[in-house]
């Protein structure tokens, strides 16, 4: 099994920063896919940014060139910098794994996606 557990979200202005953290733990093999996704009331979840094992991001169009995402592999953590915060960019954020974990039946592997439980961020003005 596998848990995400995330930090760092609150209530900003706009214009304002906020780092957000999440950090995998459990019987991890390999982290394929790790990033984030957000929710905002009465919307759809939708992807903010992500990144792949071999280091390549999907970023959404409306947080490119504000958002960041980096990763500690070592730590199967990931971190998401966000600048020049828009009051649109209000909404409950979820870490997101790929993970293969090892199992104790075979193969002794299995690949599941994970969810975090959210974190709230509010950009007020």
């Known amino acids: 099994q596998v848990q995400l557990v995330e930090s760092g979200g609150g209530l900003v202005h706009t214009g304002g920063s906020l780092r957000l953290s999440c950090e995998a733990s459990?019987?991890?093999?390999?982290?394929?896919?790790m990033g984030w996704y957000r929710q905002a009331p009465g919307k759809q979840r939708e992807i903010v940014a992500t990144i792949a094992e071999g280091g390549m991001t999907q970023i959404a169009d409306s947080v490119k060139g504000r958002f960041t995402i980096s990763r500690n592999i070592a730590k199967s953590s990931v971190d998401l910098q966000m600048e020049s915060l828009k009051s649109e960019d209000t909404a409950v954020y979820y870490c997101?794994?790929?993970?293969?974990?090892?199992?104790?039946?075979?193969?002794?592997?299995?690949?599941?996606?994970?969810w975090g439980r959210g974190t709230p961020v509010t950009v007020s003005s």
């Open positions: 997101y794994a790929d993970v293969t974990s090892v199992t104790d039946v075979a193969p002794f592997t299995a690949r599941q996606d994970y």
């Open positions: 459990g019987t991890i093999f390999k982290v394929n896919r």
